[in-house]
Nanobody
Framework: QSQLVESGGNLVQPGGSLRLSCAGSEFTLSLYTIGWFRQAPGKEREGVSC????????GYADSVKGRFTISKDNAKNTVYLQMNSLKPEDTAVYYCAASTYPYCPGYAAGVWHYWGQGTQVTVSS
């Protein structure tokens, strides 16, 4: 069964770093625009970042701009989210998703067609 698989979530202290991975299992990530989302307890899902399949242009939510970096390694069929200077408010389950749009289409759920199962990130001292 083709799917997206996230990994790399962990408990980290404020100011620390983590790198999340989104790997394709029988799913070729290089054919899709890939996005990262997060959902904290009691809050709505929030779009965090995306990378265009057509141009490799990237986009970031204001809350993570300058701290998070999205990248892809087509040879490894993996998209990464490097997260630096982590804050307690970054605590959430992080999901990757794939869209057939050639450019970052915004973060409305209807334009993201495939989702991973999520990985937990906890930022706490």
């Amino acid at each position: 069964q083709s799917q997206l698989v996230e990994s790399g979530g962990n408990l980290v202290q404020p100011g620390g770093s983590l790198r999340l991975s989104c790997a394709g299992s029988e799913f070729t990530l290089s054919l899709y625009t890939i996005g990262w989302f997060r959902q904290a307890p009691g809050k709505e899902r929030e779009g965090v970042s995306c990378i265009s399949v057509r141009t490799s242009n990237t986009g970031y939510a204001d809350s993570v701009k300058g701290r998070f970096t999205i990248s892809k390694d087509n040879a490894k069929n993996t998209v990464y989210l490097q997260m630096n200077s982590l804050k307690p408010e970054d605590t959430a389950v992080y999901y990757c998703a794939a869209s057939t749009y050639p450019y970052c289409p915004g973060y409305a759920a209807g334009v993201w067609h495939y989702w991973g199962q999520g990985t937990q990130v906890t930022v706490s001292s």
